[in-house]
């Protein structure tokens, strides 16, 4: 599955980027964690808005949960990690 996201504030013109992730399933721990301290989730299916906060918050859960992560958990967490450094918001675009 592909996630396209950008940045809440981004200009119009800007185009979303994307990300290949196939990964769901590995950093369920994280996002069942999320969802019980945040009552944030991310649908893969639906559009999602997350705030420079719960990217914060996942990124770490992502470290303390997920064993070995994948390339794709690595890049997901890249991207959470920007968003919380320069306190941006996350539109995520789901199928």
């Known amino acids: ?5 950008n940045y809440m504030d981004a ?4 185009p979303d980027q994307f990300l290949e992730f196939n990964d769901w399933e590995s950093i369920k721990p994280a996002l069942v964690a999320l969802k019980a301290k945040s009552g944030v989730e991310i649908d893969p299916y639906s559009d999602t808005r997350f705030s420079d906060d719960h990217a914060v918050l996942l990124s ?3 470290e303390r949960l997920v064993k070995g992560p994948s390339i794709g958990v690595s890049n997901l967490s890249q991207i959470l990690s920007e968003s919380g450094k320069t306190g941006r918001w996350l539109l995520f675009v789901g199928d």
């Open 11 to 14: 200009d119009k013109d800007e």
């Open 1 to 5: 599955m592909s996630i396209s996201y």
């Open 60 to 62: 770490q859960l992502i």
